[in-house]
């Protein structure tokens, strides 16, 4: 991806290859997010989460993504910022890629999953076990209250209400 620079506002985006549509990070209650600066239908891939292979299953960082198998990816920006939702407009898909010596490579997709409009923030479910769970404030209309797996969400609740 390149980072393009609007001479006009200042403002610094990401313009995804072979595409046409632009992403820009700012500021939001939580951090940063990522925001679409043009209408993305639903089921546009947006792009590869790119980063670096982490090895190990201690590694943990606020930002990492379990890709299974002893990894996680460190995600590089913009993506690093996609922010969680409980009514996410966006999914995550892994490929495992195969190279000439036939050994797999993860690779993380993001797809719309539904229409974004210019300026939403793009959001995807972290969905998180119930023992890692933290308070959600999405303020999405079927918010789980916690950032945690639909299925984990009665055990975080039992969780955080006996302090864990």
């Not at 930002?63 to 999914?91: I, K, W």
């Not at 303020?139 to 789980?144: D, E, I, L, P, S």
Request: hydrophobic share 30%.
């Amino acid at each position: 991806m390149e980072v393009v620079e609007n001479s006009k506002t200042g403002v610094s985006y990401w313009k995804i290859p072979q595409s046409k549509l632009r992403i820009r990070t700012g500021n939001t209650p939580y951090g940063q997010g990522v925001f679409a600066c043009d209408p993305i239908p639903a089921g546009t891939a947006l792009g590869e989460v790119r980063g670096t292979i982490i090895q190990g299953s201690d590694y943990q960082s606020d930002y990492c993504m379990d890709l299974g198998e002893n990894q996680s990816l460190e995600p590089h920006a913009p993506y690093r910022y996609v922010n969680h939702c409980c009514e996410p407009n966006c999914e995550l898909y892994q490929i495992d890629l195969e190279d000439e010596s036939g050994v797999e490579h993860p690779m993380i997709v993001i797809e719309a999953s539904r229409d974004i409009a210019v300026d939403d923030q793009l959001t995807i479910d972290y969905a998180w076990p119930a023992e890692e769970a933290i308070p959600c404030g999405c303020g999405a209309a079927t918010c789980r209250g916690y950032i945690v797996h639909p299925d984990e969400r009665e055990l975080a609740v039992k969780l955080h209400s006996r302090g864990a």
